[in-house]
């Protein structure tokens, strides 16, 4: 059996509800799984849910709560429910705190001790809480305002706690040259190019010794060997990409999937990922994930998106105004994957207007009133192909290949640009052939039924390309041009065939449903 394509999101804190930089995320990595599916692939997506760690608990107890009732009740109320929100079509979703990751965890942490890779010893230095990251000096800064005068984190802007513990340690300075090896050898493991930038500067600074446990407090898997100590978040939530597909459990399983196609991470994260997780599986002989792509971040006037600094908005103040697919299309579309982007109300109001009312949802709309004005709702039989449907034909299957050398590139906007190009030149299609005008000539019957057939073969097209962005709207549109009973589901036409010209079936029943866009009143929405 071939190896799935194995791709996942950052598991994320349990600390607060989902934003939408939690879901923009999550849509990136929906997006790509969804498109390997479309190349009729083995897919393997996961999401889930790192709860473990002192930012946990605090916050658990901050709620008056422990910090298990806490996670369970953020999950299943919050965390589950926005992809059901977002129309993520993960395979799996892990929590850190089942048993299937626990134990599994131990037994990873036991094999690096017995190997050697792991010793006792004393840690003095800056920790934050919020990161549940030990911080270099070059990751702080000076306190303004109420925190005048203190170091805080150069990202969450809090002041940071010294810490001075005695823990278990992880040899990871003895992975420098191994790791710098491993970059030159492949170089798209991290992308992209900055984030590879700044893996490279940071590992030949040369790695330091990873302190991995905590003794200070309970909430944690327990080291095996050491129950006074629980291991560190990071250590602990890292493995959850090797556990949920069955390392330490089911062979077969890890065997077909492990090991990851593409880690999906915010930039912030990067380090964990490209440095101490590949240093972690050298140490303990598993393979490497092939690539870790570090997106931006989320911003919203001018700011990271974030709970604390009141910045974060839920998936659903969106999705109940502009519904799922025009979230998911905007997030994808608007923001060079990889860099930072910023959100705001008029630009996905504008967004959506243009590009999704009026761009695709009025070409199917008008594509379908006319088959069914002029032919009675039958798709009709083409004549003769002019230059104008040749010249259709090729954006098409441009629009497909280029694409599809965009979404391996992982390059989702720049895949949507390719796929608009098509609906541009479809709209534009039918305004230079004016098909109401043909039809007043009987004539010209057979030209009127060429241009109809072209313009709905250019919508078949797009449902392909477009349905692992924006599902429930291509599922309508392949309905409305009575593709499934002639060519089969949506989800089994392969995208390389998107752009093959002529698959539409003469005769097709063409209906016209709801609009795939409904105009909305965006005065509301402000």
């Given at each position: 059996m071939p190896k799935a394509f194995y791709v996942t999101t950052p598991i994320y804190y349990v600390n607060d509800a989902p934003h939408i930089g939690h879901a923009y995320t999550t849509v990136?990595?929906?997006?790509?799984?969804?498109?390997?599916?479309q190349r009729q692939e083995d897919v393997w997506f996961l999401t889930g849910t790192d709860e473990h760690g002192e930012k946990v608990m605090r916050t658990a107890e901050a709620n008056g709560t422990d910090p298990q009732t806490w996670a369970d009740r953020l999950v299943e109320e919050a965390w589950k429910p926005v992809l059901k929100t977002i129309d993520a079509s993960n395979d799996d979703f892990i929590r850190t705190t089942e048993p299937r990751h626990v134990a599994r965890v131990q037994e990873f942490i036991q094999k690096l001790h017995d190997n050697g890779e792991i010793f006792e010893g004393t840690?003095?230095?800056?920790?934050?809480?919020?990161?549940?990251?030990?911080?270099q000096p070059g990751d702080l800064v000076e306190g303004t305002g109420e925190y005048a005068g203190q170091l805080v984190?150069?990202?969450?802007?809090?002041?940071?706690?010294?810490?001075?513990?005695?823990?278990?340690f992880f040899r990871m300075s003895a992975y420098t040259e191994r790791l710098l090896e491993f970059y030159e050898q492949n170089p798209g493991f991290v992308q992209p190019e900055s984030a590879r930038n700044e893996v490279l500067g940071f590992v030949r600074q040369g790695?330091?010794?990873?302190?991995?446990?905590?003794?200070?407090?309970?909430?944690?898997?327990?080291?095996?060997?050491?129950?006074?100590?629980?291991?560190?978040?990071?250590?602990?939530a890292l493995l959850n990409y090797a556990t949920a597909v069955g390392y330490g459990a089911d062979p077969e399983k890890y065997e077909r999937t492990w090991p990851a196609d593409i880690h999906f991470v915010g930039k912030d994260i990067l380090r964990f990922h490209a440095v101490i997780?590949?240093?972690?599986?050298?140490?303990?002989?598993?393979?490497?994930?092939?690539?870790?792509?570090?997106?931006?971040?989320?911003?919203?006037?001018?700011?990271?998106?974030?709970?604390?600094?009141?910045?974060?908005?839920?998936?659903?103040?969106?999705?109940?105004?502009?519904?799922?697919?025009?979230f998911r299309y905007y997030f994808l579309r608007a923001?060079?994957?990889?860099?930072d982007g910023s959100f705001s109300w008029e630009d996905i109001a504008a967004r959506y207007q243009a590009e999704l009312a009026n761009g695709l949802g009025n070409l199917a709309s008008r594509?379908?009133?006319?088959?069914?004005?002029?032919?009675d709702g039958a798709l009709p039989t083409p004549g003769p192909a002019t230059d104008a449907e040749e010249t259709l034909a090729a954006v098409a299957a441009k629009a497909a290949q280029d694409a599809e050398a965009a979404v391996d590139r992982v390059a989702p906007h720049e895949a949507l640009a390719a796929v608009w190009t098509l609906v541009d030149a479809a709209n534009g299609y039918i305004t230079e052939q004016q098909p109401w005008a043909v039809a007043k000539d009987d004539a010209q019957r057979e030209r009127l039924a060429t241009i109809l057939y072209s313009s709905a073969e250019a919508l078949r097209a797009l449902a392909v390309l477009l349905n692992p962005v924006m599902p429930k709207a291509t599922a309508k549109l392949w309905e409305s041009l009575g593709a499934e009973k002639a060519l089969g589901a949506l989800a089994a036409q392969p995208v390389a065939d998107a752009g093959r010209w002529g698959q539409l079936v003469p005769g097709a029943e063409v209906t016209k449903g709801d609009a795939l866009f409904p105009r909305l009143d965006l005065a509301a929405a402000d």
């Open positions: 990136a990595t929906d997006f790509i799984a969804r498109w390997h599916r840690y003095e230095g800056y920790y934050c809480v919020a990161c549940e990251e030990y911080k984190c150069s990202i969450h802007g809090r002041p940071v706690e010294k810490l001075s513990e005695t823990n278990y790695l330091q010794d990873l302190s991995i446990s905590r003794s200070t407090f309970d909430w944690g898997v327990t080291v095996p060997w050491d129950p006074a100590h629980v291991i560190y978040v990071w250590f602990d997780w590949p240093a972690m599986l050298m140490a303990a002989g598993e393979p490497l994930p092939k690539k870790v792509f570090a997106h931006g971040w989320l911003l919203v006037g001018g700011e990271k998106m974030s709970k604390s600094k009141l910045t974060g908005i839920a998936p659903e103040q969106i999705t109940d105004t502009f519904g799922s697919d025009a923001i060079a994957f990889g860099n594509v379908a009133a006319m088959v069914g004005r002029y032919f």
